[in-house]
């Protein structure tokens, strides 16, 4: 409901415009306060004086809020929601809704297919202008203890990426920006109501990064908000882990590299889990652990050091990166990692992208490759919907599933390969997930 204003003899409602010093009565919506209310401040705030008492608090400007209606609300700005605001920005009114990490993210690699996603976007020139280092070579110690490369020059899809995070992920959120997609920076998913039968049903409750509220009404909402699943759950969507997998992660300072690994991917199974570790375009050493959150040696890799110790330990590839690495007592990153999936992807003028519909294992290494092609191709089922399309989200509902059931089938399959230590609780939980893969029950995680 509108703020009314109480002591103007207009008895007019308020309603906050984006200039910060100057309010707009509703009843005239294109004449500013100065030339209506007879009870006009002289001093120099521009803004009625029955008005602006206690608007400085943060608390009274919170009761102002402004209600809007667009086609498309995207709960969320990672790669997901970005390529499919990007896209449906031709074709409708859309809003971008979220906040950008505050910090470095782990997830630096990009398989050579996602070439076809880019350029799709019409990105990749722009992409390999910001200087993302290729990945040529892949080794791993996985099943045995002998190492395995795999040379990028042998893969038909060419080599991959190491990416630097942050400069990718703004490229394509100005994609979206700059085909005319609305950036609410900050602004984060608060509360959602679905009204059967309006022309735009859901009216969502957002929080700025200022800490006011905003109020939109869509369409269509779509959950891009990764793990969190925030549009999902509050549409009434059920979302299902299959594991407690955790990544605990450094950026480490670059040591000695062997020449054989110089510049390569490197993984390894080790008893309680398994290790990754790559070299990002700036220099630094990637050292992740992914392990159950219920494990033991969560406790022990708590810190840098901690965790470069515990390397030392349990490897053998990764070890011979770790030489001349230094780390620090301060704590390491901790990250998800576990394998999610909305028991729907989509619903009634709402649909999921992302790891919000489907978030992968990073053993899969396909976790943004899979935002991309859903942000693609869910914008093409957003806008069948728009058209009055009736099987549009259905039927991306369907397209999940079948994603789902592949990558349940594959990664069952490569954690099947590795065997040497079937009584520790991790790799026992695994086996446990080949066979839910081959049509088992499977224990779930809640």
Request: charged fraction near 20%.
């Amino acid at each position: 409901m509108p703020t009314f204003h109480r002591r103007c003899r207009w008895k007019t409602a308020l309603r906050p415009c984006r200039q910060r010093s100057r309010r707009f009565c509703a009843a005239r919506p294109h004449r500013s306060i100065r030339s209506t209310c007879p009870s006009l401040s002289t001093r120099a705030t521009k803004r009625c004086c029955c008005c602006t008492r206690g608007f400085a608090g943060r608390n009274e400007r919170a009761a102002v809020s402004m209600e809007r209606q667009l086609d498309v609300l995207v709960a969320g700005a990672g790669p997901a929601g970005a390529v499919i605001a990007a896209q449906l920005a031709g074709h409708c009114t859309v809003a971008l809704a979220g906040r950008t990490p505050s910090g470095r993210q782990i997830g630096e690699s990009l398989p050579g297919a996602a070439s076809v996603p880019l350029r799709d976007l019409g990105l990749w020139d722009r992409f390999l202008a910001q200087g993302h280092r290729p990945a040529w070579s892949h080794a791993s110690a996985w099943g045995q203890s002998e190492t395995v490369q795999r040379d990028a020059l042998l893969d038909p899809q060419g080599h991959g990426w190491i990416l630097g995070r942050t400069a990718f992920d703004g490229l394509l959120r100005d994609a979206a920006t700059e085909r005319g997609a609305e950036w609410l920076a900050g602004a984060m998913l608060r509360a959602a109501h679905h009204e059967p039968g309006a022309r735009h049903p859901w009216l969502c409750e957002l929080l700025t990064a200022d800490g006011i509220p905003l109020r939109l009404r869509c369409r269509l909402l779509v959950d891009a908000s990764g793990r969190s699943a925030r549009a999902a759950r509050l549409a009434g969507a059920a979302v299902h882990r299959t594991d407690k997998l955790v990544c605990l992660h450094a950026w480490l300072p670059p040591g000695r590299d062997t020449a054989a690994w110089a510049g390569a991917t490197l993984i390894e199974a080790a008893p309680q889990g398994w290790w990754y570790s790559v070299q990002v375009p700036h220099g630094d050493t990637v050292l992740a652990f992914h392990t159950d959150a219920d494990q033991p040696a969560v406790r022990e890799c708590k810190t840098q050091a901690g965790l470069l110790a515990y390397a030392r330990e349990q490897t053998l590839l990764i070890r011979a990166r770790c030489e001349g690495l230094d780390a620090r007592a301060q704590p390491v990153g901790i990250a998800p990692a576990y394998s999610q999936y909305c028991a729907a992807a989509a619903g009634v003028d709402w649909m999921a992208v992302g790891d919000a519909a489907l978030a992968f294992d990073p053993l899969a290494s396909q976790g943004l490759f899979n935002s991309l092609c859903t942000g693609l191709q869910g914008a093409q089922h957003a806008i069948a919907h728009l058209d009055g399309n009736a099987q549009a989200l259905p039927a991306w509902t369907h397209h999940v599933d079948g994603v789902r059931a592949a990558y349940a089938r594959n990664l069952a399959a490569y954690y099947a390969m590795e065997q040497r230590w079937p009584r520790e609780p991790f790799w026992g939980r695994r086996l446990e997930l080949a066979k839910a893969a081959a049509g088992a029950p499977a224990m779930a995680y809640s």
